[in-house]
């Protein structure tokens, strides 16, 4: 088993804490956790990938032991990105490969539009396409009922909410049953717990969604579109998309006509997994990551 190594980098005014295995090797792998995790969402992963590649798993600006920049603005996309570029130069690497879910996956999809040339490949997981998800939220009942959180994460105070009761109501919106199926530990609770109680983190966890133009959208909102530009949204880099089909958060739709926006996707389901596929198929994602890499190379 290959050792799991912390360290930091300074990115411009911040900065990131990370986890890394496989420093040694040469092809560099990013990992970009969502919410609300970090880098732990990875910790099956980065000692299967880190036997070939250097894969580093950063907790984002924000959560656990990074660096948590005040104010809304500090979490909007073009900060987001230059934090994913600025860890690959301080690490190195001109091109990279780049494996995100959920939140990560909005981060990832940015990064690989707007510089391609700095990717060699990219994975995602249960993370939807910033067009088609803008217009779900738009116009699918089922995808506004199941994205209601987004707006309710985005008033003001929710963050005592979240953390109170040993962040109780996160856990059961989250991995509650992951510990009772046996998926996760108690330690992996508790040290989800900890990063969560990270002072300043559920405010900076939360303001990536008060920072963000998507929101659900209102009986007075409803179809009219979300006015983006679908050619700004291309993707031009070999992609892989591994999509738990029980995902309780995102509809299906997210994935239906993905090929007009990637030019060369491979889509693959996992049936039975559910928006949590680095803790319910971890030895899949790990093997899937390991191919897909491995086949570019």
Same mark, same amino acid.
């Given at each position: 088993?290959?050792? %799991?190594?912390?360290?930091?980098a300074?990115? !411009?005014d911040?900065e990131?804490h990370? /986890? @890394?295995?496989?420093a040694? $090797?040469?092809e560099?792998?990013l990992l970009?956790?969502?919410?609300?995790?970090?880098?732990?969402?990875?910790k099956?992963?980065l000692?299967?990938?880190?036997?070939?590649y250097?894969?580093?798993?950063p907790?984002?600006?924000?959560?656990?032991?990074?660096?948590?920049?005040e104010?809304?603005k500090s979490?909007?996309?073009?900060?987001?990105?230059?934090?994913?570029?600025?860890?690959?130069?301080q690490?190195?690497?001109?091109?990279?490969?780049?494996?995100a879910?959920?939140w990560?996956?909005?981060?990832?999809?940015?990064v690989?539009?707007?510089?391609?040339?700095? %990717?060699?490949?990219?994975?995602v997981m249960? !993370?939807p396409?910033p067009?088609?998800? /803008? @217009?779900l939220?738009?116009n $699918?009942?089922e995808?506004?009922r199941h994205?209601?959180?987004?707006?309710?994460?985005?008033?003001?105070?929710?963050?005592?909410?979240m953390?109170?009761?040993?962040?109780?109501w996160?856990?059961?919106?989250?991995?509650?049953?992951?510990?009772?199926?046996g998926?996760?530990t108690e330690?992996?609770?508790?040290?989800?717990?900890?990063?969560w109680?990270?002072p300043?983190?559920?405010?900076?966890?939360?303001?990536?969604?008060?920072?963000s133009?998507l929101?659900?959208?209102?009986?007075e909102t409803?179809?009219?579109?979300?006015?983006l530009?679908?050619?700004?949204?291309?993707v031009?880099?070999?992609?892989?998309?591994?999509w738990?089909?029980?995902?309780? /958060?995102?509809?299906?739709?997210?994935i239906?006509g993905?090929?007009?926006f990637?030019?060369?996707v491979?889509?693959k389901?996992?049936?039975?997994?559910?928006h949590?596929?680095?803790?319910?198929?971890?030895?899949?994602?790990?093997?899937?990551i390991?191919?897909f890499?491995?086949g570019?190379?």
């Open positions: 088993m290959t050792a %799991i190594s912390h360290k930091r300074r990115i !411009g911040i990131l990370y /986890a @890394e295995c496989g040694e $090797n040469e560099l792998v970009l956790h969502g919410f609300p995790e970090f880098w732990y969402c990875w099956d992963q000692p299967v990938v880190g036997k070939k250097h894969a580093v798993a907790d984002m600006r924000g959560y656990n032991l990074s660096d948590k920049p104010g809304v979490y909007r996309i073009r900060p987001l990105i230059e934090d994913v570029i600025g860890l690959a130069d690490l190195g690497q001109e091109k990279f490969y780049l494996v879910h959920d990560g996956v909005a981060i990832a999809y940015a690989a539009i707007a510089h391609p040339e700095r %990717i060699k490949g990219l994975i249960n !993370g396409h067009y088609i998800f /803008a @217009e939220l738009n $699918n009942d995808q506004i994205s209601q959180y987004m707006a309710y994460f985005q008033n003001a105070g929710v963050e005592a909410e953390l109170k009761d040993n962040a109780g996160l856990l059961d919106w989250t991995f509650r049953d992951h510990l009772k199926n998926q996760m330690d992996d609770i508790n040290a989800y717990r900890a990063a109680a990270q300043g983190a559920m405010t900076a966890m939360l303001n990536y969604y008060r920072a133009p929101v659900p959208a209102t009986e409803k179809g009219k579109g979300s006015g530009d679908p050619e700004k949204f291309k031009h880099v070999p992609t892989l998309i591994l738990g089909e029980a995902d309780h /958060a995102l509809v299906k739709e997210n239906e993905i090929e007009k990637i030019d060369n491979t889509v389901m996992l049936p039975g997994v559910s949590w596929v680095t803790h319910e198929a971890p030895e899949t994602v790990a093997a899937e390991l191919g890499i491995d570019l190379e």
